[in-house]
């Protein structure tokens, strides 16, 4: 092979290993930033900070990337960090989730539940489904004053459990398949299952039985649709102990777990303005 070509395949050898090897760099960078500002709400709030944060990110050098949502693997990692947390240290666990597979749901939250210390779980922006199980479990939600929870109410596959038991308000068994038959009886279990669960949940964190009920009936048994999102003022309505007092570095935090890049379809300056008359201008830098 000729000079000039032997430069062309070494220089096309580089940049792909260049490519496949920045994303990693990038990656482990992140993840040290996430670190140090994890053990900075730590020293600060003297807590064991638990994060469980579900984003779309991109994986690699060809630009993929995946939906995440909350899993038995995460379910395993935050027992054990669980377990490894003195009974008499507080626990922020800081979420941003979907939801995901309810057996996981439940048992984070029966672990956080059990915890003796205080436990708080902090939602910058939302906590859906079997991330509400989750917050139910604290002591107290700390939310940002514009984010949501959502519905407990059991799924099967992309059916409601309580819409598919209102088949039988408007047919009568006979006329009625064998299978729709099936997806009744396992609904009207799964809605049982999941009303004595919060219930329950409720109960073991101070809730009086009349309250836990109401308030499971109200979350669990279908009321809204399943992605319906139950405000702090609504939460709050409903008695549970709700503040919007989140911590400014969880948002720093928020902004160490990028989205996909590509087109931004939100963009602004960012950087926090002044309001007139504070002495900054409207950027927000010093006047000379």
Not at 87 to 104: C, N, Q, R, V
Not at 126 to 133: F, V
Not at 172 to 187: A, Y
Not at 253 to 258: A, C, E, G, V
């Amino acid at each position: 092979m000729d000079p000039y070509g032997m430069l062309i395949s070494q220089l096309f050898w580089l940049i792909f290993l260049l490519l496949l090897i920045t994303p990693m760099i990038q990656a482990r960078t992140l993840e040290w930033s996430r670190e140090r500002l994890i053990k900075a709400i730590e020293e600060k709030r003297k807590s064991r900070v638990i994060t469980m944060i579900h984003r779309q990110e991109t994986r690699s050098f060809l630009g993929f990337f995946m939906m995440r949502f909350i899993t038995i693997e995460d379910s395993e990692q935050v027992l054990r960090a669980i377990r490894m947390t003195p009974k008499d240290m507080p626990i922020d666990f800081i979420i941003h989730t979907p939801g995901g597979i309810a057996l996981a749901a439940t048992q984070i939250a029966n672990a956080l539940a059990d915890h003796e210390a205080e436990v708080r779980v902090i939602v910058p922006h939302y906590a859906m489904s079997g991330g509400t199980l989750i917050a139910l479990a604290a002591d107290k939600i700390i939310m940002d004053e514009h984010a949501v929870l959502g519905p407990v109410d059991p799924q099967l596959g992309q059916e409601p459990a309580a819409s598919i038991v209102k088949v039988k308000q408007f047919k009568e068994p006979k006329d009625i398949e064998d299978q729709t038959l099936i997806k009744i009886d396992i609904s009207e279990k799964a809605l049982k299952q999941m009303y004595d669960y919060v219930k329950n949940l409720l109960i073991k964190k101070g809730f009086d039985e009349e309250k836990a009920a109401k308030i499971s009936e109200e979350l669990s048994q279908g009321k809204w649709t399943h992605d319906y999102p139950l405000t702090v003022d609504y939460l709050k309505k409903l008695g549970l102990n709700v503040s919007t007092d989140v911590p400014e570095e969880v948002y720093a935090l928020m902004d160490l777990y990028p989205q996909p890049q590509g087109t931004p379809s939100v963009q602004y300056i960012p950087v926090p303005y002044q309001r007139p008359g504070t002495g900054n201008n409207s950027a927000g830098i010093e006047r000379k």
